[in-house]
């Protein structure tokens, strides 16, 4: 190895180097580590209890002693929305995970093995984006009634979908690759080339798009909610908060203001997230 090609290699940044040169990135980073400490100890950044009722304290505007105002019957509203935090998180993961790992096993799968289970597959894709998708997981919700585990499973069975059309593209561009023709020449068995070779090739992709995707089920979440839905009253959630406050937006704006800064600012965190994962991550020369 000549002395240049040397100096190049020793010089090129790292991982770390390069995402702190990325202000989105670190933005999301901060954004998203902060909403995470939020929702795992919310008693300890809420100064008061979200269930605590004061007759005294009605719809007051926000103060010093209530930053966030009070709500129809006197709860703290600030507090209320930090411990939201803890559910629209949880949307965030569990509206999503069950969906991404049947998504990438379908996928990998489907992409592997192509023929009849490919034609089977695009017909269910063909059905499944025919409809928009809110409609689809209203419509299962409705089916289920309300609750947040009835819209993990609705948006399970419809997004899951997505997920694996992602996968199947990027495993297909993957075989077209030589170490997946020398696997097959070697004899590795079907399992060992799909999840030890291909799969961990092709899931960044995935990985990103899942990334994003947090943001938008947690708007989706906070609109079922809205919609009465999702999580029901009295419990702390977004979109739960700004229902409670939509008949008063005129007298007590800070009622649906405040959580649904929450939610711009929790979505802005998973969008620069992604995306700055999608520029570190991206093949380089």
């Not at 040397?6 to 010089?11: E, H, I, V």
């Not at 180097?17 to 939020?38: D, H, Y």
């Not at 509206?95 to 592997?112: D, E, K, P, W």
Request: charged share 10%.
């Amino acid at each position: 190895m000549s002395d240049a090609t040397f100096n190049s290699t020793s010089q090129r940044p790292t991982f770390m180097q390069r995402a702190l040169r990325k202000p989105g990135f670190v933005a999301g980073c901060i954004i998203i580590g902060f909403s995470v400490l939020l929702a795992l100890f919310p008693g300890v950044f809420a100064p008061y209890d979200p269930s605590a009722i004061d007759y005294l304290a009605l719809r007051q505007p926000p103060s010093w002693a209530h930053p966030f105002g009070t709500d129809l019957l006197g709860r703290d509203s600030l507090s209320r929305v930090i411990w939201a935090y803890q559910v629209n998180m949880q949307m965030a993961i569990f509206g999503t995970v069950f969906a991404l790992v049947t998504g990438i096993t379908v996928g990998a799968l489907v992409g592997y093995y192509r023929g009849i289970a490919d034609m089977i597959f695009g017909r269910i894709v063909d059905a499944v984006i025919t409809f928009p998708f809110l409609v689809l997981v209203i419509a299962v919700v409705a089916v289920l009634g309300p609750g947040l585990i009835n819209m993990y499973i609705a948006i399970s069975v419809v997004y899951w979908v997505y997920y694996a059309r992602l996968m199947r593209a990027e495993v297909i561009a993957q075989m077209g690759n030589d170490y997946a023709s020398a696997g097959v020449v070697m004899g590795y068995s079907d399992s060992r080339i799909i999840f030890r070779h291909l799969l961990p090739n092709a899931i960044t992709p995935v990985i990103v798009y899942w990334m994003t995707d947090m943001a938008l089920v947690i708007l989706l979440g906070s609109s079922l909610g809205y919609l009465g839905l999702g999580a029901q009253p009295p419990q702390a959630e977004w979109g739960v908060l700004i229902a409670e406050g939509r008949n008063f937006i005129s007298t007590a704006w800070w009622l649906s203001l405040m959580p649904g800064i929450a939610i711009v600012l929790t979505g802005l965190g998973f969008s620069l997230l992604g995306d700055g994962l999608a520029d570190l991550l991206r093949p380089r020369g």
